[in-house]
């Protein structure tokens, strides 16, 4: 229903009403204060906008600080405590300090100190035996037991903790001698027919990199009956790397072999220089080299 009032005679006799004017819409209306009163006089409390409505604690159960198995009707206290209660249950399953008013979780420690981020130490700084977690292995002085395909398997170290790589097993099946193997080396070779005294280029060079020369052979049929020299040099009349002399009669042929496993290798030249094969005598002579480039 629409907004009503009603009119008696103003300042008229009897008791007084205390009331405020105010304007409802068109009309000028008295207002009459209410106001919540306990049993006596001492209880009235007005309730206004800057005031507000008052509420005696203890009907909230917000006097005293009983156990939280007390507030059997569920107050809105009770349930506050309990929830604090709890808090602090679960605060005390750490060892916490009070620390800028934060609780501050300190994980075990012998000093007690507050859990911080552990750096890593820098290249080639002393180690931190408090540092981070390092990647290790398994010490064993033979060979670990095969486990099944897929499995999980330690790292396999010696007892010095130098990590153990297998050189001797066969290569997979399908896979050449010659590239990229076990070893990491990019594996090459050549074969030439010589038959010219001195100086003879056998590989170019190669810039930034060394020749790394790991298997060689020699032969002919020719007759050196007078002696044959063949030296292999670190570049055109360079440092001798290896050397043979060959003296047999001259029905006989001649040969020599002189290999490694890589990684292992015979000689190794000097960064952008040619293998030359100088021969003291014009005489045919097979050649080949195996080597890679480091």
């Given at each position: 229903?629409?907004?009503?009032?009603?009119?008696?005679?103003?300042?008229?006799?009897?008791?007084?009403?205390?009331?405020?004017?105010?304007?409802?819409?068109?009309?000028?209306?008295?207002?009459?204060?209410?106001?919540?009163?306990?049993?006596?006089?001492?209880?009235?409390?007005?309730?206004?906008?800057?005031?507000?409505?008052?509420?005696?604690?203890?009907?909230?159960?917000?006097?005293?600080?009983?156990?939280?198995?007390?507030?059997?009707?569920?107050?809105?206290?009770?349930?506050?405590?309990?929830?604090?209660?709890?808090?602090?249950?679960?605060?005390?399953?750490?060892?916490?300090?009070?620390?800028?008013?934060?609780?501050?979780?300190?994980?075990?420690?012998?000093?007690n100190q507050p859990v911080e981020p552990i750096v890593e130490p820098a290249h080639d700084a002393a180690d931190d035996s408090n540092g981070p977690a390092k990647i290790?292995?398994?010490?064993?002085?033979?060979?670990?037991?095969?486990?099944?395909?897929?499995?999980?398997?330690?790292?396999?170290?010696?007892?010095?903790?130098?990590?153990?790589?297998?050189?001797?097993?066969?290569?997979?099946?399908?896979?050449?001698?010659?590239?990229?193997?076990?070893?990491?080396?990019?594996?090459?070779?050549?074969?030439?027919s010589l038959s010219t005294s001195g100086d003879n280029d056998i590989i170019a060079a190669v810039a930034a990199k060394k020749l790394t020369i790991y298997a060689l052979s020699l032969t002919t049929k020719a007759d050196i009956s007078a002696g044959l020299t063949a030296k292999f040099t670190d570049g055109a009349a360079g440092t001798q790397m290896w050397a043979a002399d060959a003296l047999v009669p001259a029905t006989q042929s001649w040969g020599v072999v002189e290999a490694v496993a890589p990684p292992g290798y015979l000689f190794q030249l000097t960064t952008n220089t040619k293998l030359v094969l100088n021969l003291s005598a014009a005489k045919a002579t097979q050649v080949n080299v195996s080597y890679w480039e480091e």
């Open positions: 229903m629409a907004d009503g009032y009603i009119q008696v005679p103003p300042d008229s006799t009897g008791k007084k009403t205390d009331c405020e004017e105010l304007t409802v819409g068109v009309n000028v209306v008295e207002r009459q204060r209410i106001q919540i009163a306990g049993t006596d006089a001492a209880d009235v409390a007005p309730v206004s906008a800057t005031e507000g409505l008052k509420v005696q604690a203890s009907a909230l159960g917000a006097t005293g600080d009983a156990a939280v198995t007390t507030d059997a009707a569920g107050t809105v206290s009770g349930k506050l405590r309990g929830l604090v209660a709890h808090m602090v249950s679960l605060l005390a399953r750490f060892p916490t300090t009070l620390l800028n008013g934060r609780f501050q979780v300190v994980l075990a420690t012998s000093s290790g292995g398994r010490a064993s002085t033979s060979l670990p037991a095969a486990v099944a395909d897929g499995d999980r398997v330690n790292a396999y170290f010696d007892a010095n903790g130098r990590q153990v790589v297998a050189l001797d097993q066969p290569l997979p099946a399908g896979t050449n001698a010659l590239g990229t193997v076990g070893h990491g080396k990019t594996l090459k070779s050549v074969s030439l």
